[in-house]
């Protein structure tokens, strides 16, 4: 069975195929659909959106023209990180799904802690009252899932006090190198799905010598190793990619490997980070 059709299972029950289909830095357009229509017919059901992507349009009409149906494609999209109302959070969610064309969305996230322009700031108080719109809305049925993005143990902390319905998600920059191990073990103590996003390192990755040479022993490329990787350590693994055949490629994982490869990859450099 391909791993395109095995599932995570969140901490509400709902499942989550275990491979993702990253969709950043492709923009809407005619291409974007093309591009979404292709991933979905080589097999991908889970589809990584956004707002900050600009793309929520072209996931929405390739999913309406594949012949695949609705409630079988799992769709994630984000609230910016800049929002940091409730009414603004709850007015957000209305252009995404409008953009998106659906009437319910399958996994909705806090794009950030903080606005990408005060990176240094606290809004503690401020995602208190993001992530109880994202409890309204999961209640009311509209969002089968919730969850966060680039969230540290400290942000996690502050919305599990307050919190009366915990993340069922965080989303984070995880690959060979940069496993951020103590955002990771906070989140596998509290049943929160931890989901990798640049798994392969925005494709520096590629060129260590050691993914080449892991690869070599299973017939697979540095890629699929780093990917594998991901799926080891527990995380969901969101690849990126335009190019048909790296999509079959990402999506080849049915490999093992060895605790001895895996600890060799535990110990690569971190210049990536």
Request: aromatic letters at 8%.
């Amino acid at each position: 069975m391909s791993l395109l059709n095995e599932y995570f299972k969140l901490n509400n029950g709902v499942r989550i195929p275990k491979i993702g289909y990253g969709t950043w830095q492709i923009f809407d357009g005619p291409d974007a659909v093309e591009i979404f229509e292709t991933a979905i017919k080589k097999g991908y059901r889970h589809l990584d959106t956004a707002a900050l992507y600009d793309n929520e349009e072209s996931v929405g009409k390739a999913i309406e023209k594949s012949d695949v149906d609705r409630e079988d494609i799992f769709i994630t999209s984000k609230v910016l990180s800049s929002i940091k109302t409730y009414e603004g959070t709850l007015e957000a969610f209305e252009t995404t799904m409008e953009k998106l064309g659906f009437d319910y969305l399958d996994l909705y996230l806090i794009h950030g802690p903080t606005p990408m322009h005060d990176r240094e700031g606290n809004y503690d108080k401020e995602n208190i009252e993001v992530w109880r719109a994202l409890e309204k809305l999961y209640k009311e049925g509209r969002i089968r899932a919730i969850g966060i993005s680039n969230f540290r143990v400290h942000d996690m902390k502050n919305l599990m006090e307050h919190a009366e319905i915990k993340p069922m998600v965080n989303q984070i920059r995880f690959f060979v190198g940069n496993t951020k191990d103590d955002i990771v073990e906070y989140c596998k103590k509290h049943d929160i799905l931890v989901e990798a996003y640049s798994p392969l390192g925005v494709g520096r990755l590629l060129d260590k010598p050691v993914l080449t040479e892991i690869g070599k022993t299973h017939n697979v490329t540095p890629a699929q190793v780093a990917l594998r990787y991901c799926l080891q350590k527990g995380t969901l693994p969101l690849p990126k990619t335009k190019t048909p055949s790296r999509m079959d490629e990402n999506a080849r994982l049915e490999f093992t490997l060895t605790d001895d490869e895996m600890k060799r990859l535990d110990d690569i450099d971190d210049d990536l980070r």
